[in-house]
Nanobody, 122 residues
Framework: QVQLVESGGGLVQAGGSLRLSCAAS????????MGWFRQAPGKEREFVAR???????LSADSVKGRFTISRDNAKNTVYLQMNSLKPEDTAVYYC????????????????WGQGTLVTVSS
């Protein structure tokens, strides 16, 4: 069992930056791939970025060059550094843990946090 708690969301102006954190419980954090997803009002949850247990990263085209995912296994934490934020990045951001599976499909993830709201004003 893994419990995930996100933090770091808030209100930021367009062009600004935020860093989201996701703290995980459990001794097996390092063996999971970790992902970030987001869900805007009225839209489906969408993939943002993923980092494998070995540190290989993937990200959605919409955030490439702006968002960076990283992890610190010693702290059981995964991060999402978000730069050059746009109003269309406004959403609830969720972190998730995955044993294996397709990286961009929400149902392929085994554990989810409660989400943190990011609002980008124009």
């Amino acid at each position: 069992q893994v419990q995930l708690v996100e933090s770091g969301g808030g209100l930021v102006q367009a062009g600004g930056s935020l860093r989201l954190s996701c703290a995980a419980s459990g001794r097996t954090f390092s063996s999971y791939a970790m992902g970030w997803f987001r869900q805007a009002p009225g839209k489906e949850r969408e993939f943002v970025a993923r980092i494998s247990s070995g540190g290989v990263t993937l990200s959605a085209d919409s955030v490439k060059g702006r968002f960076t995912i990283s992890r610190d296994n010693a702290k059981n934490t995964v991060y999402l550094q978000m730069n050059s934020l746009k109003p269309e990045d406004t959403a609830v951001y969720y972190c998730a843990a995955q044993y294996s599976g397709l990286y961009y499909i929400p149902r392929a993830y085994n554990y989810w946090g409660q989400g943190t709201l990011v609002t980008v004003s124009s």
